[in-house]
Each structure stands twice: as C-alpha cells, then as structure tokens.
C-alpha cells in the first residue's frame, strides 16, 4: 500500500506544530516515514507526554514512608501493613466518551483496571467521577445514560465491587462530559511488577486479545479541542469486551507466578506504540518489533495501524526466555494470543520491521524521556470581588432545592446499575460519604473517595486545589479511617491559553500544599487538558481520589443515627456562602470566592474525629450545601426526623471547611465536649434526630415528602 504523502495538513492532523515537526526533521535526519510520523504523533502528544504539565507535576509531594511507588508506573503502590500493598489509580477517557458514550466509558474501566492488575494486583474496588452539561441540553440524557451503562456493563461483567464516585451537572460541560474511572487492589509488598525492561535479547511477547482498527489515533484525538467535525472521530473510540478482560486478569496474575515476567506494561493510550517505548526508555534498552508476528484480527492492516491501534485487553512483556514454554502455556490455557513480537536491544533504538521492510528506525529516548517540554505561559485567576448580600431564604424551600437538583440529589439510579457487593468484601456502599471494602481474609478494612468542587477551583485555583484534597481528608477521616495517599486526575481545558494555564498552575499549588500537611502525598494520576468544545472550556475539575486504611473492622465510625441522639459540628462556622451551592441552585448566582481552606485545622479535625471513634454513632463532613443538606442525608439515610436549632441561611447553608456532623447519644456527646476541650477545638450542639418532621429554625417539612422529593428526582432530571 502507498503510504501518504508528508504534507502540512497531514502534519496538523497529527496533533504536531510546526516546531515540532522541525524538530522531528532535526532528530531522524530525513523525513519521516507515515508510520514514524504516526509514532511520534502517539508519543509527543499531551496525553502520552505530558508536555505542558511535567513542569508542575514534578513540584508534587510523591513520597513518604508509606510509599511503594510513586507516579511514573501503571499505578502507584502503598504499604498497608503485614506485608500487604493497595495498589491503585484514576485516569480519564473523557473525549472517547463524549463520543460514544457506552464504549468510551466501558473501555476507561477496562483500562484502569488493567493499570492495576499489570502492577500484580487483583483490583478490588472501583470508582468513578463524572461531570456532565445541563440536564435540559439535548444530549445530557443520552450521555449519562450510555456513560453510567458503559461503566456498569464492564465493571459488573469484569466482577470488582464500584464503592463510590460522584456525579455533577453544570453548562460547562454541554460539549465536553468527564469520565474519570477509579481502580485499587490488593497484592503482597514484595511481589510488585514494573514495567522497566532489562536484560538484551530478552523476547518481548504480546499478551490478550488480537490487534484490529479500533482506536487508531485515540490518543491524539485525546490531547485535541473539539469542533464541528467531532462525528469524523467516532472511529477513534475503541471497543471493550470485559470478559476478555476477565481471562487477562486472571492469565496475567497467573503467568506472574511463573517467574518469567521480567518487565510489563498495559497497552493502553498509543497502544503498542506506548507500551514498548515506556519499557524500553524505563529500562534504558532499546526495542526491535516484528509486524508480522502481531496477532490480528482484520485483514490487511498496516504497520501504522498496528502500531497506534488502541484495541482493548492487550499487554506487552519482557520474557525470561527460559521460561517461555510455561509461560505460553498459561496463556493457551485461557484461550488468550501470546506471540513473541520482539526483542530488547544494547542501542537507543526504536526498530519497526514488518515482513523484513523497516518501518520505523528512531531513537527510543527522543519518543519518550526526552521528548518535549513546555513552560506554558500563564497568569493569575483574579481575585473573585466580594459577595453581595444574599437574601434570606426560607430553610425548607432552600432544602427543597438543593434535593430537586440533581447535582445533590440521592444517586441510587446511577449506583444502583452497579454491583456494589460482588467479591463479598463490601462493607459500605455508596450512599453516604467514602466506599469501605474488607481486605480479604483480614480484619482491615480500606476506605475511598473521590472529590472536587469545580465552582472553587475555577473562582480560586488554589484555594479550590487544597478543598479538593481536603474533603477527600475529610470523608476519609468521616468513617474512620487514616488516609494513606492520593492519586489525581486534572481535567483542565486547553493549557495554550493562558488563563487556563494558570487556573492549573494554581490548582497544582493547592494539591501540593494540602496533601503534604495532610500526608497524603500523590502516587499516580492522569493529566486530561484540551476539554474544549468550539473555544469554551470545561470547569477546572482536578478530581483527587484518596484511600485511606483502618487498621480494624471495629473501628469503622458507622450510619448508626437513632431517634434522640444529639448533632453536634466540630469545626467553626462563619456562614461562608461565595460559591455556594445554595447561591447557585436557589439565586443562580456563581459569586464570590472559595472557602478559605485551614490545612491545621483540617489535619486537627481529623485526628479528633479518628481518636475519638468511640463515641460517635455517625459522622459526615459538611461541604456542598452545608449545615441543612448534610444533616438532612444524615436523617433522610437512618429514617429519623431531624431538628436544628439554627433557622439563618448563613449558618445552615454556608460552605466553612473543616467541619464534620456527628450523631451520637447524650453521655457519648458530654465525653466529646470534654474531649474537645482538651484538645483544643470546636465542638458545639447544632440540634437532634428525632421524629418524623425536617426543622430547620421555625421552618418545618414532612421527612417523608422531602425523602421522595431527594429519591426521585435524579431519574426525573435524567433517567
């Protein structure tokens, strides 16, 4: 087949500038070949290079005792005692599933979760963060629907329990919805894989499922902003098939066992392209591929396509050759390929060869290590001008709205479409605050949740940047459990302008500054920029996903609200409402500045709160909606009215951080108080679960109505 021609056009539709061009000329000497020119499309985009955020992603806080590994692995690894490791991420498929909902949504699970069982890991819990545009745009209900069907259909076909997430709606995202998919598992500390080749000569063998013509330039078509010929792209989504998925799991972890696996990487953005580059240039070898040997499934594919496909369930190994015969035998037991596909070479070569004929001759290091870097230039978010007053409102009609909105309405239609139980080790599902699994066959458990308020971070990156990690802190600490580390997905529209830049820069700040005084250093992550559509970008969504461990069952802090028990707030309240959700869905006004995030006070909240599990019956963090919609959640969850003593707007809705709702009984609130008291925070009674009537102040709505007004309307809005 005649390869095309190298034009200008085809150069931009290859997601390179000119400068970048010229510098491809400057490093091969000549002109590229279509399927060099492909390779280098695949590997200096943003999605594989990181090229405008290396720069800021380095000043992140990665390490700490707890640590295994830190960013720069299929996913980052964590100690969590008697030699056992959690080992998780969260990464985005956020364009593939604008596109076709179903398939770009299922295929971001199944990558995240091979990301985890790549590393030795059999995954035991999922997430999942989404964000979509209003639910009156026309495409809204389509896009949710496919998006929470695609993730249900995998993940429960897969067979991993989805323990938490959230789900948010705002115009921003009318054109560009967020997928960001959440995985962890188990493994032994000491039996970790990496994806670091060593040793020349060793086989590079192709593992899974066969290579056809989905997904082709998925990655570039990931680090670009949309437009009018968003349909054209459709053919770059590729096509999961979770069962598949299964066998790999269970083939690779198998094969571990074996002995032969030297080095190994998940096939994931950029395909085989990635995957052999990121082993070579981690082990310092160079790789030699032959075509010929890939398996396939569609005929007369070409060497550019086999080498950017994105076709799902696929890995690449470096083999200890001795042990090949054992190792192909676990693979032909699952009815999965295993075919020898390459080697690993002395040179920093990247060496393409399909049926003797090269096709691609260039230097390893200048694909990935080397390839380039961007100090984007960037300014300031302005200071948001001072709130103006906000009108009182009625506190149930103010209740009212945030529970019709399907921003905080319960989520039981999407969660409800996921398994949530199957492995047996589900201990909390979502509902509530942070996901909890058992560790199988112990008596630890682990904890996870995913947080961000965009509306912060786009008024005040940085400040928005610590509240994100900050409220992970909080859920986490809410069900007792101490967190361990982070992992980040920053969903930022496109990093040439500098507006959007610096609303990174400063979000990067503030993830910084928080997880390390709350010890939760960042361990993996994804960078997803270019979430435009037409010029106008999504809100500023850095996602932060947090686990954290607790080191018994017993000392799970539980939903136990029972009629009489006292709601006490740790944690100052000054009414702050600037960015509120309640200034949003009553007064449609996106006003004023983030809450000031006290990084001390945070850290000093949630030692009391773990120290004195003992004596609470139940615990939530107040963030979105405040006072009102956390203790209402409380009670709506238990069956239980509810009676506050406060009837302000400010201190029922303002969104002050730092702040956790407690339910307990009398004789446990007087040992808190006191407890409180000698450790020198703020603890006061708010008011009482009891009854079957919603007070807040003199206002007052039946349980019951609100209950079905809270559970009914996200299906009403979507479904």
């Not at 992992?487 to 993830?511: H, R, S, W, Y």
């Amino acid at each position: 087949m005649q390869e095309p021609a190298i034009t200008p056009d085809l150069i931009a539709s290859h997601g390179l500038s000119p400068d970048e061009y010229a510098r491809i000329l400057q490093i091969v000497g000549r002109e590229p070949s279509f399927t060099e020119l492909g390779i280098f499309s695949a590997m200096w985009n943003e999605h594989c290079s990181y090229k405008s955020s290396k720069k800021w992603l380095r000043t992140l806080p990665t390490t700490g005792p707890q640590v295994i590994c830190g960013p720069g692995e299929n996913a980052g690894v964590v100690d969590i005692g008697d030699g056992q490791a959690v080992v998780f991420k969260m990464e985005s498929h956020n364009h593939p599933s604008y596109i076709e909902p179903y398939q770009g949504a299922a295929t971001g699970m199944g990558g995240i979760l091979r990301d985890v069982f790549t590393m030795g890991a059999r995954p035991v819990a999922a997430m999942n963060s989404l964000s979509f545009g209003e639910p009156s745009h026309p495409k809204t209900r389509q896009l949710v629907n496919g998006v929470v069907e695609g993730i249900g259909g995998y993940g429960n076909c897969f067979g991993v329990p989805t323990v938490g997430g959230e789900v948010r709606f705002d115009p921003a995202y009318n054109g560009n919805c967020l997928v960001n998919a959440f995985a962890a598992g188990l493994a032994d500390a000491d039996k970790i894989f990496y994806s670091a080749a060593s040793g020349v000569g060793m086989p590079v063998v192709y593992l899974g499922a066969k290579t056809g013509r989905d997904g082709v330039g998925g990655a570039t078509m990931a680090s670009a902003e949309f437009d009018d010929t968003i349909e054209e792209k459709r053919p770059t989504v590729q096509v999961g098939d979770p069962f598949t998925e299964k066998r790999l799991m269970e083939a690779t972890l198998e094969l571990m066992q074996t002995g032969a696996v030297i080095s190994i990487q998940d096939m994931g953005a950029a395909g085989l392209t990635c995957s052999a580059v990121e082993m070579g240039d981690k082990g310092n070898l160079g790789v030699r591929l032959d075509l010929e040997n890939v398996p396939v499934r569609e005929e007369a594919m070409t060497a550019y396509e086999m080498m950017l496909s994105e076709s799902q369930e696929r890995m690449l190994m470096v083999l200890r050759p001795e042990l090949e015969t054992e190792a192909k035998a676990v693979f032909d037991k699952w009815d999965l390929d295993f075919a020898i596909v390459g080697e690993t070479v002395a040179e920093d070569r990247f060496l393409v060869l399909y049926n003797g004929e090269v096709k691609a001759d260039l230097p390893l290091k200048t694909l990935a290590g080397t390839a380039p870097e961007y100090d984007r230039p960037w300014v300031e978010t302005p200071c948001a001008p001072p709130l103006a007053e906000v009108p009182a409102v009625d506190p149930i009609d103010g209740l009212r709205a945030l529970i019709t909105s399907p921003n905080y309405a319960a989520k039981e239609w999407v969660y409800t479409q996921y398994d949530t139980m199957v492995m047996a080790d589900t201990v909390r599902i979502p509902g509530i605050g942070a996901g909890i699994i058992r560790v199988h066959g112990t008596d630890k458990a682990l904890a996870f949740t995913s947080d961000v308020t965009p509306r912060y971070v786009k008024a005040n990156p940085v400040e928005g940047g610590k509240q994100a990690v900050a409220e992970a802190y909080r859920n986490l600490s809410a069900v007792g459990a101490k967190p361990l580390a982070t992992t980040d997905n920053l969903n930022f529209g496109n990093p040439e302008k500098p507006e959007i830049m610096g609303q990174f820069v400063g979000a990067i700040k503030g993830i910084g500054e928080a997880v390390a005084a709350l010890d939760m250093p960042i361990v993996s992550g994804n960078v997803s920029l270019y979430n435009e559509t037409d010029g106008a970008a999504i809100l500023p969504t850095p996602t932060i996903g947090a686990v954290g461990l607790i080191d018994s069952l017993e000392g799970i802090i539980g939903c136990d609200v029972r009629d009489g028990h006292v709601a006490l707030v740790l944690g100052e309240t000054t009414g702050h409402l600037g960015q509120s959700a309640l200034l949003a869905e009553v007064y449609n006004r996106i006003e004023g500045d983030a809450p000031p995030v006290d990084l001390a006070l945070e850290k000093a909240h949630g030692d009391f709160i773990r120290a004195n599990r003992a004596h609470i019956k139940a615990c939530t963090d107040l963030s979105d909606g405040g006072l009102a919609l956390a203790a209402f959640e409380m009670a709506e969850a238990a069956g239980v009215g509810l009676c506050l003593e406060a009837g302000d707007t400010a201190t029922l809705f303002g969104e002050d951080q730092g702040r956790y709702l407690i339910a307990c009984n009398f004789d446990q609130a007087e040992a808190l108080m006191i407890a409180a008291n000698t450790a020198g925070v703020t603890l006061q009674t708010v008011g009482k679960f009891t009854g079957d009537t919603v007070w807040l102040g003199h206002a007052s709505a039946p349980l019951a109505e609100l209950s079905a007004t809270f559970r009914e309307s996200f299906a009403n809005a979507v479904a």
